[in-house]
């Protein structure tokens, strides 16, 4: 049974930055794409970034582009979430989550993490 646990939330200035981690173990090689998601109190599950682990494609929400950066290390069996010019809307919850199928939709992903609390204020 594949298992993620998300590490590195932190309270963080604007304009800051953090890496999130997301440490999986069990059956990897059945979800090929690891998404990054995040939820602000209040509002919904939104897509951050996911990448395909089969070719390495990436795919980003708008609002972070530029900023972050997905990445991997397969021999840790670690993904990475590197956040660059923190903003105060980046405060949320954020997850890593397994799926088969590359993209942003919650829906499509089949394993998640516990979560990770990100804040970001003055």
């Known amino acids: 049974q594949l298992q993620l646990v998300e590490s590195g939330g932190a309270l963080v200035q604007p304009g800051g930055s953090l890496r999130l981690s997301c440490a999986a173990s069990?059956?990897?090689?059945?979800?090929?794409?690891i998404g990054w998601f995040r939820q602000a109190p209040g509002g919904e599950r939104e897509g951050v970034s996911c990448?395909?682990?089969?070719?390495?494609?990436?795919y980003y929400a708008d609002s972070v582009k530029g900023r972050f950066t997905i990445s991997r290390d397969n021999a840790k069996n670690t993904w990475y979430l590197q956040m660059n010019n923190l903003k105060t809307e980046d405060t949320a919850v954020y997850y890593c989550?397994?799926?088969?199928?590359?993209?942003?939709?919650?829906?499509?992903?089949?394993?998640w993490g516990q979560g990770t609390q990100v804040t970001v204020s003055s």
């Open positions: 990448i395909n682990n089969y070719d390495g494609l990436t």
């Open positions: 069990g059956f990897t090689m059945d979800y090929p794409v």
């Open positions: 989550a397994a799926g088969v199928v590359a993209g942003l939709l919650d829906y499509e992903y089949n394993s």
